[in-house]
């Protein structure tokens, strides 16, 4: 492929995206359900304009990590040490129920399986698949309501923050199961290790930061280091310590999000990611998708997929919420929020893969949890926030 011709993709895209993108909001639908529609479309599915390139799975990648950094940069921090506990009961609901959700039903469609067989693997790994939580959809379709800031919002962020790293330690053990080579435990202290460098070094450049916004208040140098810092915890969460980028860019922005000029640094995030980087990578979605090899059993197999995935997440989430004393609109609102699936069940499923536990006909069923999760959950938060227009959100 000639190298220029990534400029012709990223003009169809960005054209694309934002017109549907317009199109979802005429239909009072959140706008990233268009650019994801919009990725679909013109992905080798549809009219096959646009193919997935290396390129572009990178472009993607680079706007999700601007995504969850303006996310963190948002937070609020004393909300965020109060939902901290709430969060991760939470978050541990949202990786039980899925996984034992999604064991059941591969175990249902196709035979329950004896302890240690290379079928009772696969079983636990498509119920590990489902533990994933990708909140940068959910971030999007909060910030468009306006809601991201409130309790219901944090809590939602944390507790998927708290999601990925316990579905990664689940995906370590029950590879390690499968590969005798891997060491579960590594995992456990390399997270811990993360989180104690992420407290260490983030009060150090906390400090750094805010007597440089004080020096230099409202300069371009400021967003300009932020992005540096970004950049520099997504790259060091993945290399050092095996967490995904987003969480590291996410840490980023928590850093951040206490200094004077968090917004002006949030501001000048939005303009990247909105052109250019977020429209990439919610077509991406799209782009992803193929149906040349789906039949009659892996199409009834992905329907079950994408239903008990949901619905766990919804139950598992929700329940939890609920015993933590939530209103029951806003136990929806979280189990909702926490059912979408993206880049990280993508990469839990590749994972799968290379290592043997997972064919590559299921990951079709992957594909379709993604787009429908990714489709719906917008539209069902900003559903249930126009039913709770009476009625306060929990303080």
Known sequence: MEAYSIFKDLAIIIVFAKVFGILARKCKA??????????????????????????????????????????????????????????FLIACAGVFVPLAGGTLL???????????????????F??????????????????????????????????????DVLGIIVLTFVVGFKNPESNPGKVVLSTALF????????????????RLDERYPH???????????????????ERFFGIADITGAYVAGIVLCSIRDSNYIEEKMEISSYMIFGPVFFASIGLKTSIDNVNTGILLFSLGFVLVALVTKIVGCGLMAKVCRFRTQDC??????????????????QKGL?????????????????IVSSISTPIILKLLYAKDTAVPETE
């Open 30 to 87: 959140p706008q990233v359900v268009g650019e994801i529609i919009a990725g679909l479309i013109i992905g080798p599915s549809i009219l096959g304009l646009v193919e997935q390139t290396d390129f572009l799975v990178r472009m993607a990648e680079v706007g999700v990590v601007l995504l969850m950094f303006s996310a963190g940069l948002e937070t609020n921090l004393k909300d965020l040490m109060k939902t901290g506990p709430v969060a």
């Open 106 to 124: 591969y175990m249902g469609m196709y035979g329950i399986s004896p302890w240690g067989s290379e079928a009772f693997y696969t079983a636990v």
């Open 126 to 163: 498509v119920g590990v698949i489902m533990t994933a939580t990708s909140v940068s959809i959910t971030v999007e379709a909060l910030k468009e309501l306006g809601k991201l800031k409130g309790k219901v919002g944090t809590t939602i962020l944390s507790a998927a923050i708290i999601d």
């Open 195 to 210: 989180f104690v460098m992420a407290f260490v070094v983030g009060m150090i450049l906390f400090q750094l930061f805010k």
């Open 219 to 237: 300069t371009r140098r400021i967003p300009i280091l932020g992005l540096a810092l970004c950049f520099f915890f997504a790259y060091a969460a």
């Open 332 to 349: 929806l609102k979280i189990g909702v929020g926490m059912m979408t699936r993206g880049e990280v069940a993508l990469i839990v499923a």
């Open 354 to 370: 290379s290592v043997g536990l997972l064919t590559p006909v299921y990951f079709t069923s992957v594909i379709l949890l993604i």
